[in-house]
């Protein structure tokens, strides 16, 4: 491979025209790939205030240059997009081995524009790129669409991405999936269902090609060798993200009853259930993952009796546990279970039961609203009820289908102060009074209220991970107290420009958990790539890709008041164990966000990068709208 090859194809949904292009080497060594080079596009080939859910709008997947089955936690794909839930930018990871497949069949990125006036699927193979009429998936649930196309298509070996009802009906939290796997935020599932475009398969056969196949083999195996050596690794194997749920719990990280607290004292019950009566095995959500963090979860009879399926991970289930008071773990899994089937954000999902139990124990949703359902908190069985009406938009659920933010707009009255959301994203299950840099990096986050895009900044504060980036100034964690609030917002801007650095490579960012760092991608991209690429050279890119992100938000409208945070997600907890402590309270939030503004180089007054700062960068496009 000589350096830096990269190939997109173009697919016109609404003339059925199809456009395969090679990618200006110079230009994709400015941004690398993944979500950087797709936020370039987006910004310079989306109309500014496009509707996310017309034909103009784009949806770009994209792999990264370490999309490869050797590199440790290469399988990841990113749908990158203007997310009808928040009207910014979107983005959503899911791993899988579709990236590996769109390798395989020559394209790095698939940019998808305009609609089809039928339901239809795109298949792209050895034999071509083909849009195709398919009338028979429209309603199926994500499973029976999948099983058709693998009928159409009648031979082994395609990655298959599908929507489900929930896409179909423009739900602005719904997935897509490949598989048990989603790209689960912000909507993309919607975009493609506007798009009329059901279903994704691909099937690739050529050799991913590598610069220096050997030099990639030998850092591939020293990382392997770190992770395998990290003592943390088993258990991450052995519990996956859902063992953290006891551990989150104790120190204040577990967000209870729409965050009135940020822990219940229920975790270590909750997880020994779904350890003794719903784990199935391990899994990883793409082949060779050294990790294999993933679950298999079911429940065996009863009223909530779910087949074996992939999925049940650790915000799913507090999703449906903690936010909403729910002891019952067998519902969860058959909530969670329910998500993936219509296609819906687990986390948004759970979210907004949160909130209309909220909105019933405050007297602002009456019965007649209601539609006599039984709101009060705990109430496990209205779960998997409410999951399918928020994917067929029936009752509560045409009122929840834009998210929190939007129905307490409809609401009205107090419904606002119970709307826990950052620029319309509804927060996760992580909280921000377990470790106070997790609050900045939630408020600005471009794509919304979000724990792990660009970083979870909260396994820095409470979990003393410091993610490989103190030699490039982030202070030692174990000599930083949680709560403190001076200096954390300039942490946040190292922590995300770091961060981000797996979603512009394409890999997994839990590696770096794990003692993965920015040095050893730097490694693997230069034997991948043939550029010669150091860890500063990938923070510098971190920085400039954070920064177009927030280029395309200021052009969408976002102003500095969108990076505010909910004052009951500051307040001090009403219940649970912190309630007694005060420290752990946001006290002075705007004093951390001005300090994030300074070491951005941003206006405090527009919140957008200096004319310095795009100087320093090297970013010539506009920042105005």
Not at 119 to 136: K, Y
Not at 436 to 445: E, I, M, N, Q
Request: charged letters at 30%; aromatic letters at 8%; hydrophobic letters at 35%.
């Amino acid at each position: 491979m000589s350096k830096g090859q990269f190939r997109k194809l173009k697919i016109d949904l609404s003339s059925d025209m199809t456009e395969e292009e090679q990618l200006d080497p110079v230009v994709m060594k400015n941004f690398y790939g993944g979500v950087g080079y797709a936020a370039k596009l987006l910004y310079e080939e989306t109309e500014p205030g496009v509707d996310p859910l017309s034909p103009k709008s784009k949806l770009i997947l994209a792999t990264g240059p370490l999309t490869h089955p050797i590199v440790p936690g290469g399988g990841s794909l990113e749908l990158c997009f203007k997310s009808p839930l928040t009207n910014a930018w979107g983005e959503s990871r899911v791993g899988s081995d579709f990236g590996f497949s769109m390798k395989k069949a020559g394209f790095d990125y698939l940019v998808i524009d305009g609609a089809a006036d039928k339901p239809s699927m795109l298949l792209i193979d050895e034999a071509g790129t083909r849009i195709v009429e398919a009338d028979e998936l429209q309603g199926k649930k994500v499973s029976q669409k999948k099983k058709l196309v693998e009928e159409r298509v009648s031979e082994e070996g395609y990655e298959i991405m599908t929507i489900g009802p929930a896409g179909e009906n423009l739900v602005s939290f719904s997935t897509a999936m490949v598989g048990d796997r989603a790209a689960g935020r912000v909507g993309a599932g919607s975009v493609l269902g506007s798009k009329n475009l059901l279903a994704v398969a691909v099937k690739g056969e050529k050799d991913i090609p590598l610069f220096d196949r050997g030099s990639l083999v030998e850092t591939a195996r020293e990382v392997n060798r770190i992770i395998r050596e990290n003592p943390e690794t088993s258990g991450w194997t052995k519990h996956g993200t859902t063992g953290d749920i006891p551990g989150c719990d104790e120190s204040g990280d577990w967000p209870s009853k729409n965050w009135k607290s940020n822990s219940w004292g229920k975790g270590e019950e909750i997880y020994e259930h779904f350890l003794e009566n719903n784990l199935v095995t391990n899994e990883g959500c793409y082949t060779g993952c050294p990790i294999a963090c993933g679950r298999r979860a079911k429940v065996d009879g009863g009223k909530y009796e779910t087949p074996e399926h992939g999925g049940a991970e650790y915000e799913s289930i507090s999703a449906f546990t903690s936010f909403v008071l729910n002891e019952n773990v067998d519902a969860a899994v058959r909530s969670t279970y329910l998500c993936n089937e219509y296609g819906l954000d687990t986390i948004s999902a759970g979210a907004n039961i949160a909130f209309l139990m909220d909105c019933a124990e405050e007297g602002l949703i009456n019965s007649k609203r209601a539609e006599d359902l039984d709101l009060s908190w705990g109430n496990s069985e209205i779960l998997p009820k409410l999951v399918k009406k928020f994917a067929f938009r029936e009752g509560l659920g045409e009122l929840m289908a834009d998210g929190v933010k939007e129905a307490a707009e409809k609401i009205g009255d107090r419904a606002k102060e119970l709307a826990i959301h950052g620029k319309g994203l509804e927060a996760p299950a992580h909280d921000p009074r377990a470790g106070k840099t997790l609050a900045v990096s939630y408020g600005t986050a471009n794509r919304g209220m979000c724990h792990i895009h660009p970083v979870e900044a909260m396994a820095y504060d409470a979990g003393k991970v410091d993610f490989g980036l103190q030699e490039y100034g982030l202070p030692d964690p174990d000599e930083v107290p949680r709560w403190k609030e001076e200096g954390k917002g300039e942490m946040v801007k190292t922590l995300q420009d770091g961060g981000i650095v797996p979603d512009i490579v394409g890999t997994c960012k839990f590696f770096m958990y794990l003692g993965v760092s920015i040095d050893d991608y730097a490694e693997m991209l230069q034997a991948v790539t043939g550029w010669e690429t150091t860890g500063e050279d990938l923070l510098f890119a971190g920085e400039k890709v954070n920064n177009l992100q927030r280029l395309f938000n200021i052009r969408e409208g976002l102003t500095p008041e969108n990076d505010q945070i909910p004052e009951r997600m500051k307040s001090q907890p009403a219940f649970g164990k912190y309630k007694d402590e005060p420290d752990c309270a946001i006290s002075d939030y705007q004093g951390m966000l001005n300090e994030y503004y300074e070491a951005r180089g941003w206006e405090r007054k527009t919140g957008s990068p200096s004319k310095r700062k795009l100087k320093e960068l090297g970013i010539e496009i506009s920042n105005e709208k």
